[in-house]
């Protein structure tokens, strides 16, 4: 149950975290969290409202830098940048939707794969066949990945024009682009009705084991059936802390986790 | 997964129209370089036989008026590109039109004294303009990338005002308010059948076109994707791997380049280089005229070129009927013209949110959904 204080192997693989701290001020929003996401698994953050999880992905990412503590990739130190984060192999989908409402669906796929992309500029500003080529080739990529979501139909239509669940799966789409080893997702579910919870759980689950790449999820949400149907073992963030850490069976019997949602049932405090 | 991909299907049903999307435009005119030249070299015959059109009214004022719309047009493209695409709001681009103003004006006279007048100076001119618009837009560019919003436009509001006061402070390169005068080179030698002003159209025909053809080239690659993004939502475009601040240095740079070589053109045209052509106010005209045009629009950029020269025009024509004073007549010159772009602006926002191009659009759409619906 107790966060590893030792030194991750690096055969171990997989991000993860030491220590880490942030400080808004005089408020601690985390302090001394340690936690690790191996390849492979689906690995979920709760906590209560203000717990700080938004904040640990901001650190992730880059957004936010921590004040102490250190991260490593598979083994190696890492110093993230927003912009660099999908060539370290690391994807993330925002809270809300996070699309780019002027560009069509396709093309917001296609800005996710940036990372891969190589025209250079003269060859842009020439339209060399490379560029042609290689826009080709991305336009067919992201029309795979748009169908493999069930969302091709859309490609041609601006994001603002469709419903939300289908403008979710669009946004997991454009993250896949970016052929991440770890996708990082938060509140996926925000927003969704059953049925699509239901299909976004078949989704996560079958993240790791697609193409080949056993990526990681990292999966902060509130809907608490789906968190505990998919995460193989979840984090549990209390005031900035790391209260509890298990199999989701551990974390539900957990007293302090019970607490820490004030002592409500924790399917209730999920809603 | 099947479960979900029916589901997935049977709620769609309704998108059927769109589900075309991953099929790509055939033949060689699919690929963007031909379709774009093909549009360059149909705008090239076109205007070629506009100017020798215009040349046969025996008004070389026509002529003249063509040139300078090729030399605005170089300018709102950039602008249009970089305000409406990129989302960088500029107030400096009159000040970048007079950089390449300049920096032609001193190439011409430079080549001049050493006794070159040949046609190729003008071109040499042109060039050094753009070079000199380019490393100024660079540094503009490096700033502006840290700014946003009001900051970016107080800043090159600042550019606008300064860069014409430095042309009066150091007035023994630029001969302060009353500017650079040269004679711009032409290829004289058979006057008969090339009048200067069919010259200096012929000259704007080929800048603007090169313009207009390298930013749609630019806007249909991976980077005009880019540009959009970071102009649409600068955290999703730094999550989707786009470094921000390269981007939009680049297309500072770009449209910099664009607007130096209009001013180079307006230089080459007018003959000349003086800093009350270049003042804060032809930044704001710039600007009004690639929103009426149409933000964002290339084809939008081409109706703001047309407006910065017909309605001027216009206000002279107006002033002119009234039978002024001269000195109250020279007043209402100048502030008149300003005054009705104002007024159009505010038409057409009204009118049309999306400029005249998003208009034309509009009615063409109409048009063909008529014109479809009367053939089924
Ligand atoms: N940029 C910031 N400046 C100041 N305080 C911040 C900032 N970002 C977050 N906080 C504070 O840090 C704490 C943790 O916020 P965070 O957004 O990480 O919570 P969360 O667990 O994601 O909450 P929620 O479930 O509501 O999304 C909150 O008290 C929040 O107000
Ligand atoms: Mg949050």
């Known amino acids: 149950m107790s966060p590893p204080t030792g030194d991750p192997s690096a055969a171990d693989g997989g991000l993860s975290l030491r220590d880490i701290g942030v400080r808004f001020g005089g408020l601690v929003a985390l302090e001394g969290v340690s936690l690790q996401v191996r390849p492979g698994r689906v690995v979920g953050v709760i906590g209560p409202n203000g717990a700080g ?16 503590g250190s991260m490593t990739v598979d083994g190696r130190p890492f110093q993230p940048r927003p912009h660099r984060l999908n060539a370290d192999g690391i994807a993330r989908t925002l809270q809300g939707v996070g699309l780019f409402d002027h560009l069509t669906v396709v093309e917001n796929v296609m800005a996710g794969a940036t990372n891969e992309a190589r025209t250079g500029f003269f060859a842009g500003l020439l339209a060399l066949p490379g560029s042609d080529r290689e826009e080709r080739r991305l336009r067919e990529f992201a029309m795979e990945l748009l169908a493999e979501l069930g969302v091709a139909a859309y490609a041609r239509a601006y994001p603002q024009t469709l419903p939300y669940a289908v403008r979710k799966r669009i946004a997991v789409a454009r993250a896949l682009a970016a052929r991440p080893r770890l996708m990082l997702l938060d509140e996926p579910a925000g927003g969704l009705g059953h049925d699509d919870i ?32 998919v995460c193989d073992e979840i984090n549990v963030l209390d005031f900035g802390r790391l209260i509890a850490h298990g199999t989701p069976a551990e974390v539900k019997a957990n007293p302090k986790v019970l607490e820490a949602y004030l002592g409500a049932d924790v399917e209730e405090a999920a809603a | 997964m099947t479960a979900t991909e029916e589901v997935e299907n049977t709620r769609t049903q309704g998108a059927t129209t769109l589900a075309r999307a991953s099929t790509v435009r055939g033949g060689a005119f699919g690929r963007t370089l031909v379709r774009h030249a093909v549009y360059a070299l149909v705008a090239i015959v076109v205007l070629i036989v506009l100017t020798s059109a215009l040349a046969g009214t025996g008004n070389t004022f026509l002529n003249y008026q063509l040139a300078m719309v090729c030399a605005y047009l170089c300018a709102t493209a950039g602008l249009t590109f970089l305000t409406g695409i990129n989302g960088q709001l500029s107030l400096g681009h009159g000040a970048l039109m007079a950089t390449g103003a300049y920096g032609a004006a001193l190439t011409i006279r430079a080549l001049a004294d050493r006794g070159i007048e040949a046609v190729w100076a003008v071109f040499v001119a042109l060039l050094v303009g753009v070079l000199a618009a380019l490393v100024v837009g660079a540094v503009i560019g490096a700033a502006a990338a840290r700014l946003r919003g009001p900051y970016l436009a107080g800043v090159t509001t600042v550019i606008a005002i300064v860069v014409p006061a430095i042309t009066t402070t150091f007035d023994g390169i630029f001969k302060g308010d009353q500017g650079l005068s040269f004679v711009t080179p032409s290829p004289g030698a058979v006057p008969a059948l090339l009048s200067n002003e069919e010259w200096q159209a012929y000259l704007g025909i080929g800048c603007a076109v090169l313009v207009m053809f390298l930013l749609a080239n630019l806007i249909s690659s991976r980077f005009g994707r880019q540009f959009r993004a970071v102009a649409n939502d600068e955290v999703a475009a730094k999550l989707s791997g786009i470094n921000i601040a390269r981007t939009q240095v680049l297309a500072f740079v770009v449209s910099a380049g664009c607007a130096g070589l209009g001013g180079a053109l307006m230089a080459a045209i007018t003959q000349q280089a003086a800093p009350g052509a270049y003042s804060l106010t032809l930044s704001l005209y710039l600007l009004m005229a690639i929103v009426i045009g149409g933000l964002g629009s290339l084809a939008g950029a081409v109706w703001g070129a047309l407006l910065l020269v017909a309605l001027p025009d216009l206000s002279t024509r107006i002033t ?57």
């Open chain 1, 198 to 229: 239901q299909e976004l759980g078949a989704l996560i689950r079958g993240l790791p084991a697609r193409g080949g790449l056993n990526c990681a999820v990292m999966l902060v949400e509130h809907h608490m059936d789906l968190v505990m149907s």
């Open chain 1, 53 to 68: 999880k938004t904040t640990l992905f901001n650190v992730v990412c880059g957004f936010v830098k921590p004040s102490t």
């Open chain 2, 320 to 376: 002119d009927s009234l039978e002024l004073s001269p000195d109250l007549a020279q007043k209402l010159d100048g502030n008149l013209a300003l005054a009705i772009f104002g007024l159009f602006l505010i038409i057409v926002m009204i009118v049309a949110p999306g400029g005249i191009q998003g208009l034309v659009r509009r009615l063409s759409g109409r048009l063909s959904a008529r014109r479809r619906s009367a053939g089924s």
